[in-house]
């Protein structure tokens, strides 16, 4: 079977776009599992900040306990410290599914550019095939 250089193009393009689409949808997945699951996707070092009161508190005076400050700040404790922990946290799955929103508008703005590319390609490749046959 003979094959034409337009069919040719038009099927490694079609290739192409389908590893692409594969790739984008696996993305695409990621993200919707971060919106449903923020705090299962959240990066390993900002989840274990929020694990407890020390660990958060840790996380505190290494942000703030720098500089000309260090001698100065105190970290809070008690109900103040575990209530600054839960907003923070919030705050954080908050953000993890905003990420995740933003992420998966642009991997579906890709993926319908990809089906976009694919059909009239695999449109062509099929017309080649028909009119060398």
């Known amino acids: 079977m ?15 776009t389908v590893v692409c689409f594969v790739v984008y949808l696996g993305m695409a997945v ?3 599992v971060s919106l449903s699951a923020p705090e299962f996707t959240m ?9 407890s009161d020390e660990s958060y508190k840790e996380h505190l ?8 400050d ?4 105190v970290a809070p404790t008690g109900q103040a410290l575990t209530d600054a922990r839960a907003k923070a946290f919030g705050e954080q799955l908050a953000t993890e599914r905003h990420s995740a ?5 642009h ?21 080649a095939r028909q009119s060398a046959g």
Do not use: M
């Open 2 to 16: 003979k094959r034409s250089v337009l069919e040719i193009y038009a099927l490694v393009v079609c290739f192409f």
């Open 101 to 105: 929103a933003t992420e998966l508008i």
């Open 107 to 127: 991997n579906i703005i890709i993926l319908l550019i990809n089906i976009l590319v694919f059909v009239p390609h695999w449109r062509l490749a099929s017309r």
């Open 70 to 73: 260090k001698d100065n700040y």
């Open 30 to 32: 990621w993200s919707v």
């Open 61 to 68: 005076v290494g942000i703030y306990g720098r500089g000309t």
């Open 43 to 51: 990066n390993g070092l900002w989840w274990q900040q929020y694990q």
